[in-house]
Nanobody, 125 residues
Framework: VQLQASGGGLVQPGGSLRLSCAAS????????IGWFRQAPGKEREGVSC????????YYTDSMKGRFTISRDRAKNTVYLQMNNLKPEDTAVYYC???????????????????WGQGTQVTVSS
């Protein structure tokens, strides 16, 4: 059972990236999936979360309007589309699941989430 985030890279301010979260050993369909990030010297913070049905999505305030979370059931993948990236978005991004169908009111605390390997996003000119 493993989650793997990918799609990171170096991008200029104002640019875009799409991160992917793929699963091996289980089906993402049944679980809420969250994206989190951790910058050097900072604690891990919640970015976004999507329920198992996809009907409910959540974003941390600083990401609203710039990031979009979605899921592709056929590909067993959850995406995070990131637009208008800023230098402060530089971090290692992780996807995780709380093994529940809903994100939970405090999903951004990441207390109940399990993560896989992250992907580095660097926003710099």
């Amino acid at each position: 059972v493993q989650l793997q985030a990918s799609g990171g890279g170096l991008v200029q301010p104002g640019g875009s990236l799409r991160l992917s979260c793929a699963a091996s050993g289980f089906t993402l369909d049944y679980y809420a999936i969250g994206w989190f990030r951790q910058a050097p010297g900072k604690e891990r913070e919640g970015v976004s979360c999507i329920s198992s049905s996809g009907d409910s999505t959540y974003y941390t305030d600083s990401m609203k309007g710039r990031f979009t979370i979605s899921r592709d059931r056929a590909k067993n993948t959850v995406y995070l589309q990131m637009n208008n990236l800023k230098p402060e978005d530089t971090a290692v991004y992780y996807c995780g699941t709380n093994w529940a169908s809903s994100c939970g009111r405090r999903w951004y605390l990441a207390a109940d989430f399990s993560w896989g390997q992250g992907t580095q996003v660097t926003v710099s000119s």
